[in-house]
Structures are given as C-alpha cells and as structure tokens.
C-alpha cells in the first residue's frame, strides 16, 4: 500500500467529509433514518454511527504511524466479531446520531492539525496484520483516502436509501 500522490486533493476530499455527511441527514427525522432498505442492510442512522466508529478506530493508526513509524496497530478485537455485532453492541439503532457527527468531525479536525504540523507524516505508516494473518505496511496517506473514500461510500448509500424511500 502506498500514500496517495496528491496529497492535497486526498486531504481535502477527506477534509471535507464530515459536512458532506451531515448534510446528507440533517434535515432528516427519526422515522427516515430508521427506515430499512428493502434490499436489507443498514439504516441511515446505524451508517452514520458506523462512519464515525470506523474513523475514531483508525484515528489511532495516524497517530500511532506519526509517533512511531512501523508501530504494530492491531485491529483484532475489533475484526474477530462482526460489524452486524459491533452494531448492536454499540447500540446503533437506539443512539441519536448528533455526537457521532460531532466526534467524526473533532476527530477529522485533529488529525488535520496534525497533518499540517508534521507534513512528513504523510508517507509514516504503521504495520497491520490482516485478519487472514498477511502483514500490510500502510502509511497515514493511505489511511485519509481510505476514509475519505469510506464517507463518500456510505453517502452513496444514504442517497439511495431516501431514494427508495422518495425523498433525495
């Protein structure tokens, strides 16, 4: 894995991530983000918490890589259950969805005072042991543009999840 090229582009696609996901629920109401998708999955509420938990996990890879480059960063404990489980053991369906919004967008502004006061961060990295037991060395720049990408994605869904239900 490698640390995207255009690093200022990744940034600010990941800078601005949290008012995009806002956006995409703010004016919703309760009944909109518990509706299901008659496809199944998520709701919108259980997205916008998994969002936010997805980030706040690998918040500590950033910091771990820009402390000590090469750190081990283990996700065991999280990837032995699966996120359907995380779901209902973090309560999800039940949470109001306005402190997750706040904790993806302090944590987006964290590691982006970060970003600017160490700029060789960008290519640190941490190493992971996938959950098949392969050792991935993936540096901080990789990490913002997957969760660059993981909001964008989740947006996506929510898009289509009022679709179906005939509002966005």
Known sequence: MNAPEDRDATIARYREGPALLERAVKALRDAD???????????????????????????????MAIGNDNA?????????????TWAQRWAYSQRSIAASLSLLKASREHILQLLD????????????????????????????????????????RIHAILKERGGA
Not at 38 to 62: E, N
């Open 33 to 63: 983000l518990d509706a299901m998708p008659s496809g199944g999955g998520w709701t919108v509420r259980q997205i916008v918490h998994h969002v936010a938990d997805g980030d706040d996990l690998w918040k500590l890879s950033i910091k």
């Open 72 to 84: 081990e960063f283990h996700l065991d404990w999280y990837w032995s259950l699966t996120q359907e």
């Open 117 to 156: 006061c160490v700029p060789e961060a960008w290519n640190r990295a941490v190493v992971v042991r996938t959950p098949q037991g392969e050792i991935e060395h993936v540096p901080v720049g990789y990490v913002i543009q997957m969760q660059a990408d993981h909001v964008q994605h989740h947006i996506k």
